[in-house]
């Protein structure tokens, strides 16, 4: 009886529910939908625009009359700001406030620039800190890229290869500063070519593991207590994106960046590298506002011999981003070979809510002038709530499964790449 009086109790909440939207498309007369944020992903902006994000649902609880439409979007700083409590497979349970601040822009055709910061404690006593930015300078002249980051970092490493397993393993603790910085100059329509300098350097770093470590890893690569790499940039980018936290369709992006350690700029051992990433964002189904969104993420030793942690690893980009399914670091070697789809699209008219389905590629080598090992797939599916209409921003909630039982919960504000 009691399972029958629920299953009424609920037919008849929907019904309700329904029945008042149904009567009142823009929900403004009705205490319900003004109230209750639950019923935003059915709810229209009245009179202005239909779009709608999280700080409309937070002015409808409070009741607040305040107009937010689209025309607000060029001409002021727009922040988006999200603390709380998050899980990953690299972290555990933390605690972490995120932040970025689209800048304004007077002219349509002009990037977006954009400024994030990241500060986060977890539960495995890692500290992180990032502020990243991606500026554009006079009319799209000039671009300059930023990343500064301090860590505090104990994590789990595997050894190098595609072909290492989980129960052989080193625990590394090591501190991390990086020094990342570009510049370039527009050499033709979303081309531009530049400079850089990037900085990584590593201290205290120590290995407590004695039994069932990797059978190529630290230790066989060459311990070290300390490193420092230093290197000299050379940035080719092609960029057609006007957002960086929620890229349009019909729009692409290359970025090549050639980088040259060097002992007399205090590196430890010299080495040559080489990165490709190129991504690209397509409509997909005819009348609709869905993308099918592409990356390849590729890192080659040309010459010399990294320091071990500067070896590419599993959600070692910009962003710690590629490869969901596997946790950060999972897979480290020589060189990387990375490919993603994603599949982008709406679940409410309002553009509140939407969903992603995506599966991943990689492959790793060894050491150097071994060949690329096994491939390694990645998973999933995620939501996305708009945070930040304005911005375009929205909070991507991930849930990604790899190889070998692999599998989390991966966030992050804004898209995933």
Do not use: C
């Not at 230093?230 to 970025?255: E, I, Q």
């Not at 190129?278 to 390849?296: E, H, Q, T």
């Not at 011999?305 to 670091?329: C, E």
């Amino acid at each position: 009886m009691k399972l029958h009086l629920q299953k009424i109790s609920i037919l008849l909440f929907v019904i309700l529910s329904f029945k008042g939207y149904a009567q009142d498309s823009t929900l403004v007369k009705s205490p319900l939908h003004k109230k209750n944020i639950f019923t935003l992903g059915l709810y229209k902006q009245p009179g202005i625009d239909s779009m709608v994000d999280f700080v409309d649902g937070i002015y409808r609880v409070l009741n607040i009359t305040k107009p937010r439409g689209m025309d607000q979007k060029l001409n002021k700083y727009h922040l988006a700001f999200v603390p709380g409590v998050e899980y990953s497979l690299a972290t555990g349970f933390a605690t972490s406030i995120n932040a970025d601040i689209i800048l304004p822009y007077k002219n349509p055709k002009d990037n977006q620039s954009i400024i994030f910061s990241e500060l986060k404690y977890t539960q495995n006593k890692q500290i992180i800190s990032q502020l990243a930015s991606n500026l554009w300078l006079n009319n799209n002249q000039y671009n300059i890229t930023t990343n500064w980051s301090y860590l505090k970092y104990p994590q789990i490493d595997f050894g190098l290869g595609s072909n290492s397993t989980l129960n052989l393993l080193d625990s590394i603790d090591y501190s991390y500063l990086k020094l990342h910085q570009s510049f370039l100059k527009r050499i033709a329509p979303n081309l531009y070519f530049g400079p850089g300098l990037n900085i990584d350097y590593y201290w205290n770093i120590v290995d407590t593991t004695k039994k069932n470590k990797p059978v190529v890893g630290f230790n066989e690569y060459g311990f070290t207590k300390h490193s420092n790499s230093v290197g000299l940039l050379l940035n080719l980018l092609y960029d057609t994106r006007k957002s960086l936290v929620n890229p349009v369709a019909n729009s692409s992006f290359l970025n090549i960046i050639y980088r040259d350690n060097l002992t007399f700029l205090g590196t430890d051992a010299p080495s040559q590298t080489l990165l490709f990433d190129y991504r690209m964002y397509l409509p997909f189904l005819k009348g609709s506002k869905n993308i099918l969104a592409f990356w390849s993420y590729n890192i080659f030793t040309l010459a010399g011999k990294q320091a071990y942690l500067d070896l590419p690893a599993t959600a070692s980009d910009t962003y710690g981003n590629f490869g969901r399914g596997y946790i950060q670091g999972r897979f480290r070697g020589d060189k990387l070979m990375y490919a993603e789809s994603e599949y982008r699209f709406g679940i409410t008219e309002n553009g509140f809510l939407g969903g992603v389905v995506f599966a991943n590629m990689q492959s790793l080598s060894e050491r150097q002038g071994k060949p690329i090992q096994s491939l390694l797939p990645g998973y999933g599916a995620g939501i996305r709530i708009k945070l930040n209409k304005h911005s375009n921003t929205n909070i991507a909630i991930d849930y990604g499964m790899g190889q070998g039982g692999s599998k989390g919960i991966f966030m992050n504000l804004g898209e995933v790449f």
